[in-house]
């Protein structure tokens, strides 16, 4: 569920589905309730995207909640909002308990949900998921928002199907608030326009959960853009709209939307004739000079040397994902830049290098 709206049979519903995590005694014992066990417990980025990090449930008890003088387990989510968890299986709110306790989501489905995606639309973020090891009081369903994605529990273990669907379609909802906002008039009505949705009496964001324009756009992305296991069979909530599957006039809207961030008209224009580049040498001397050429045509390399002069920047992440550095690019003329690598104290190893004008990452080893 996104901007708090009611659930969707594609997200996390409280004793529909939900993972398994490592339950630590002295912890859990002292909240008195039950968990199933998972592999890790330590936060993790999508590889080559490092603003997109996965938060453990343990981590989350231990660095994101805090005991209130009642007992009460308060959560305080990236946006500043604090939630009272729900750590008991008798608690009023649910409906539907179970001896077993809560089922926390799969951090390793997570991650594979979101690693399926294109690095187009994840390069963009800057968000943490937050897989909670319990569910909100007064929001028991999955959700997201500008600041994160909060993934919520369920009484009973999750298909991975389910984890994959329920990821991927509230990063659509990411999507939405980083790269279509609602002050986007123009663009909602492109994209009404394209989904036919144009009567405003009927799909609006007070209506049925399946009739909201959000959710229909965070439906669509799960289907264009998710893995199999998140696309599923293609249809969406709703069940009176079209799969968007084979709809490529709707896929070109989605993925013109990152575009918008590369700035300039020139900038753009490189980018949507071919926004591949090249990495050379591969691998490189630790004191070695790294050059980095575009792939684009005469015109379209001319207009990126003449919008960003003879200065650029690289960012230098590792293979978790962490920022390493950034890299002061010289521009060498016809499409190429280079950096010198020599005192940057680089330890030989595998890093992703995204150049600031790309909508990619290249994968470079340094020996």
Known sequence: MTDLGSQSRRRSTL?????????????IASIGVAVAPVS???SQA??????VVVVSPQEILDYYTTVAPDGALLFT????????????????EITNPS???????DTAEVLDALSALPMDFLLPADVPIFVLPYPRSGLLDSSADEHGIYLSPGMNPVPAETVHQVTTHEFGHIVHHRLLPDSDTKGWDDYRGLRGLEDESVFHQAAAHAYRPHEIFAEDFRVLFG???AAGDGSVENPELASPQYDSDLESFFLDLPLELLGSTASVSFARVETQWTVSPNPVPRNGRLELGAVGSRSDLDFVEESRANSE????????GRRVLTLPLVADGAGRW???????????GTYWVRVGWSTGAKRVVVM
């Open 15 to 27: 004793g529909i589905h939900a993972s398994a995590l490592v339950a630590v005694p002295g912890l």
């Open 40 to 42: 890790s417990w330590a």
């Open 46 to 51: 999508v590889d080559g995207a490092p603003g």
């Open 77 to 92: 989510d990236r946006g500043g909002v604090t939630w009272r968890l729900i750590d008991d299986v008798d608690d009023p």
């Open 99 to 105: 001896v077993e306790g809560f089922f926390p989501m």
């Open 227 to 229: 893995g199999a296991l």
């Open 313 to 320: 920047r690289a960012d230098l992440f590792d293979a978790q």
């Open 338 to 348: 280079s950096v010198t690598l020599a005192d940057l104290g680089l330890r030989p």
